[in-house]
């Protein structure tokens, strides 16, 4: 049972604008940044978002974060192909003293 | 730009310690700045962040491990190393070091990760 609490599952036609969403608490997203990482198939995960949203150099700006409260989310548009893979959203954790992960949302493109 | 590589044994016996070294490139483990980290990842879980060493002597731990847990700084080789002992099946898991990329809580720069299985 992750902390923070992400849809399983996501899926969009190619061109498509989709967003995954992250729940949380006050003591990690309420009161700390959130980031955003993608794991294509048999690699591993790669830095998408930090900080709400800004961007890594490299990351297309069909990429974008946002946080409200104790929420937040992940949106993609102009869906790729390329993009099908496994998302986790991470934020620090005031209460447990360390980072906590979401269990992850795998994305698939139609 | 920093580059992670994670060695160590892929099988380890129930009860023995499991011991995984990080390789760096590019970067000092010494360096102020960074969180040098660890986080696994069991088959078919999420992933859990183990804790990190900071500053080459401050560590901080995962509250469910940390009576297991050792995270130290080898200056000679440039590499940081996890020690996690009493070892059960369900330490069995992808093994990733990793750091903070930019400054604190700015999200990890990783490793390609190791499979380590604790089998008999």
């Known amino acids: 049972q992750s902390v923070l609490t992400q849809p399983p599952s996501a899926s969009g036609p190619p061109g498509q604008r989709v967003t995954i969403s992250c729940s949380g608490s006050?003591?990690?997203?309420?009161?700390?940044?959130i980031n955003w990482y993608q794991r294509l198939p048999g690699t591993a995960p790669k830095l998408l978002i930090y900080?709400?949203?800004r961007r890594p150099s490299g990351v297309p700006d069909r990429f974008s974060g946002s946080k409200s409260g104790t929420s937040a989310s992940l949106a993609i548009s102009g869906l790729q192909s390329e993009d099908e893979a496994d998302y986790y959203c991470a934020s620090w954790d005031d209460s447990l003293r360390g980072v906590v992960f979401g269990g992850g949302t795998k994305l698939t493109v139609l | 730009q920093v580059q992670l590589q994670e060695s160590g044994p892929g099988l380890v016996k129930p009860s023995e310690t499991l011991s995984l070294s990080c390789t760096v490139s590019g970067d000092s483990v010494t360096s102020g700045s960074y969180y040098w980290t660890w986080i696994r990842q069991p088959p078919g879980k999420g992933l859990e962040w183990i804790g990190y060493?900071?500053?080459?002597?401050?560590?901080n731990y995962n509250s469910s491990l940390k009576s297991r847990v050792t995270i130290s700084v080898d200056t000679s080789t440039n590499q940081f190393h996890l020690k996690l002992s009493s070892v059960t099946a369900a330490d069995t898991a992808v093994y990733y070091c990793?750091?903070?990329?930019?400054?604190?809580?700015?999200?990890?720069?990783w490793g390609q990760g190791t499979l380590v299985t604790v089998s008999s």
């Open positions: 060493i900071y500053n080459g002597v401050s560590t």
């Open positions: 900080t709400n949203n």
């Open positions: 006050s003591s990690n997203i309420g009161s700390n940044t």
């Open positions: 990793a750091r903070t990329c930019y400054y604190e809580m700015s999200g990890y720069c």
